[in-house]
């Protein structure tokens, strides 16, 4: 199928507008790919694994364009790796997140979803610490999530 035809990635109109404006700002090629993927991670309220990406994209890229995409997308600043606790690398927008520290995620332990926690903010750990230079911090909790918990405390307890 050629460029021309190809049907158009599963991104409606704000989000693609969004994506344009987010690679614009960094001075990045609007590329059919970069556009499509940030356009996913735009409209996911969570991390998502590059696999779950090329899902949502209904695999109209290959694996190695997705790859690259993130790469390029990870060296402007656009997208970064999450840390989730699992053993596959998670991708989401920098938007939330600060040189320095990243906001934290909880993953549930019984339905398995990554949840973003954005505005909780944990303290941030000194620059260095017995020797060690920390240059940045990421936090991951595990728990349930308010959807598989019974109670579904919501006020913050």
């Known amino acids: 199928m050629d460029l021309v035809n190809r049907p158009r990635d599963p ?3 704000n989000t693609r507008t969004e994506a344009l404006n987010l690679l614009k ?3 990045l090629y609007k590329t059919r790919a970069r556009v499509a993927v940030i356009g996913v991670l735009l409209q996911s309220d969570s991390p998502m694994s590059q696999d779950q990406i090329a899902q949502r994209l209904r695999h109209r890229y290959d694996r190695v364009t997705i790859y690259r995409t993130l790469a390029s997308l990870r060296s402007a600043g656009l997208v970064h790796r999450a840390f989730t ?3 596959t690398w998670q991708f989401e927008l920098s938007r939330n997140c600060w040189e320095d520290q990243c906001h934290p995620h909880l993953t549930c332990s019984r339905c398995g ?3 973003c926690l954005v505005g909780l903010e944990p303290p941030i750990a000194c620059r260095s610490y017995n020797g060690f ?3 940045r911090q990421q936090v991951h909790f595990e728990g349930i999530c308010p959807q598989c918990s019974p109670c579904a ?3 913050g307890h």
Do not use: E, L, Y
């Open 11 to 13: 991104v409606d109109t």
């Open 25 to 27: 700002a960094k001075g």
């Open 113 to 115: 979803k990554t949840h």
């Open 85 to 87: 606790g699992n053993r």
């Open 153 to 155: 405390h919501t006020d």
């Open 133 to 135: 230079v920390i240059h």
